[in-house]
DNA sequence: CATCCTATGGTACAATGTACGAGTCAAGTG
DNA sequence: CACTTGACTCGTACATTGTACCATAGGATG
């Protein structure tokens, strides 16, 4: 599993071939397909490794439970950026352990927080989407900064005089947008210092 | 392209290949290489053609840009879910000038709505996210409906009592999702009554 | 020794994208 | 008329992929 995860690092999706798996653990390609059914089950496997969460400190009398949402999407948001070919993965693979374990977490935690139960579904797939989103973008556009800069650069040939002065294309402060919007949803969800503490 | 686009919507990206493609078409497989690059090209071009926005009857002197902004994306929704390929494949590939036309019009609209312009590419960026990671989310657990009720079998294993009991992967109110959670990020970027006519 | 389970891995095959280069046909040019 | 040129078609060939099938080896158990 580390050794895919690293193939996927390198080069993608795309990096990782079984032959090539094979030839990094010095076996035959054959032998893998004892531990596993298909190259699917290598992206199930290693998509859960890279979501594995660690429970942080555990200051356990706290307080702010709107700061622990924050700290817990942004973690998972940065677990996937740390591998980028992950998030693009996740919507479409079958939900692992850790994938779960989280959705746990982020239900408590709202739960915690004030969210009704009648809303709580509501709210946790509407964080979903809004991250899940998020990163998508962040993690392909990552790759493809070029293409961002050719895309600007085709504007003038259309008529879209509004997103080529505001230079929408070109604005990179992604951490800043996630933080914003993510504020503004939770806003909706957990109106401030409507924490009920139980 | 529109044989293109009938193998995508039949078969998914898998469903895609040249050769299936050239055969549809009666011709030779190479025969496409002369008016196509590459395989991805065809990608870019199916999905630019499937975001083709044909803008509404006009009704000129409207008045809600609020409503305009849910139509215009609930629209943009409705067209990546009649080809539920193409949402996943959005963001990692080039921008095409429909998608570029649309970014263009949603800016446009914003800013008619009142927000002001140093807000407008966190606020379009915000309203991607979410968008992207409703309709990705959305049309790729709609082919494994099976995968969500195992998950939420797998559930009774793990220690995950709170989305267990609320059927977290059984709610299927997708529409619903992300209707909600949209209100809550333009109460954000467009308080509600803050319209400014101009 | 025989039997079985765990595990390895070589060979082979079908499917894919596409490089290469030869072919067709019509329009233009001398 | 012969010719060139440019748009367009397509057969062949090849490398790369996932993986089915099967033979093998070693240790545990009888």
Redesign the interface.
Known sequence: MATAIELLDAGGTAGLTMRGLADRLGSGVMSLYWHVDNKEKVFDLALDAVLAYREPPQHVEAHDWRKDIVHLLEDWRASMLRHPWSA?LL??R??G?NI??R??LM??TL?KAGVA?AD???A???????????T??RA??DR?ED??A??QQ??TG??????ER????L?NDWD???R??L???L???VPRGAAVTR
Chains 1, 2 share one sequence.
């Open positions: 693009p919507p479409s079958a939900l352990p779960l374990g959705l746990e239900s408590r739960s139960d709580l579904n509501v946790i797939w509407s964080l979903w989407n809004y991250v899940m989103g998020a998508i973008t392909s556009f493809s293409d961002m050719a895309a085709r504007l259309l008529v879209a005089p509004t997103i505001s230079r929408l294309l604005d800043g947008v996630f914003n919007g504020d503004f949803l806003d909706g969800f």
